[in-house]
């Protein structure tokens, strides 16, 4: 299973793929080093996201959900409202304007979770931050 590190705001994650979205991970493992900047959410509860407009990543809904855990990443392919990854670092319903979303849960944190908290009070109270994913 690929690990990828994730670094943002002076912290470093280790995130595994997931199996159930393997169209998901490989075409983002296709676009590694990674590199945008964070932003809070403004529906979905603690969660920071980056937004990606109209971008196609070429996939559809797999292994789908509305309610990540902490440490969860999600696609989001876009539809009802844009194109956008999502990572949970609390309580988190993924929703937009629109009302509820579900994107593909591909990445799962493993190391450095003990930091998200830290991670998403940053980019609230600070603003958007860098973050890099790339192939360990």
Request: proline residues 5%; aromatic residues 12%.
């Amino acid at each position: 299973m690929p690990r990828i590190r994730i670094t943002a705001a002076g912290h470093t994650f280790i995130a595994e793929t997931h199996p159930d979205a393997p169209e998901t991970v490989a075409a983002f493992l296709r676009l590694l080093p990674y590199r945008e900047r964070l932003i809070h959410v403004r529906w979905s509860g603690e969660g920071c996201w980056i937004p990606m407009g109209e971008f196609d990543l070429g996939v559809e809904y797999e292994n789908h959900t509305s309610h990540p855990s902490v440490g969860d990443v999600l696609f989001y392919p876009g539809g009802y409202s844009e194109t956008e990854i999502i990572l949970a670092y609390g309580a988190c319903s993924f929703s937009s304007k629109m009302g509820q979303l579900a994107g593909n849960h591909f990445l799962t944190i493993v190391e450095g979770k003990e930091h998200l908290r830290a991670l998403g009070t940053k980019v609230l109270w600070e603003g958007a931050q860098d973050v890099c994913f790339e192939a360990i």
